[in-house]
């Protein structure tokens, strides 16, 4: 967010002066290669802060779940006792890519939780095969209830399956209820159900989100 002539950090414009954290490790155009994840954090509460960064180009695509979850962040905050809820602000997520939360993968599964607290976020042009365009709230037998604030999605897509943007994990006794103040949903699109969000709070979950 700086162009070198600054003085004091309250100077930073994100937007003028890009700064991009990106998956792309090989050729140009060939995403075959890219990081599984550009950003992964576990153990982290809101004092840990990520802020003002464009985050591209992570594939997601690997044989193991977590290899497979959250192109451009996986939370891992599964486990009894674990969590994974950063502070997450003045964001771009394009172009990411996953089989489940082809921008976010928020693991909150087997006891844990995953709440991240999302503010000025925009998430576009991000893939999921399967569930969640650009983001996939896990919380089954746990919990992942995030909050979104001011967050725009645009252009998402579920190829194979359901949430275009979002989809809402809470089966298994699970907690999966996102809080979402002044939030976009435009142009995502879902395969199956749930273009903008899907809600799944089968098997005695709790899936009730605030919009």
Known sequence: GFDGTETRRDQRDWNAYQTTLSGALGKNGDNSDNSYHVITGKGLTDATVLDGFTITDGNANGEDYSWRSGGGLYCNGSGSGTQCSPTLRN??????????????????????????????????????????????????????????????????????????????????NGVCSPTLTDVIFSGNKAASEGGAIYNDGSKNGTCSPTL
């Open 91 to 172: 964001l771009t997520f394009s172009d990411n890519y996953a089989k489940y939360g082809g921008a976010i993968y928020n693991d909150g599964t087997s006891g844990g939780v995953s709440s991240p607290m999302l503010t000025n976020v925009t998430f576009s042009r991000n893939t999921s095969d399967q569930s969640g365009g650009a983001i996939y709230n896990g919380g089954s037998n746990g919990t992942s209830s995030p909050t979104l604030t001011n967050v725009i999605f645009s252009d998402n897509t579920s190829k194979n399956s359901d949430g275009g943007a979002i989809y809402n994990d809470s089966t298994q």
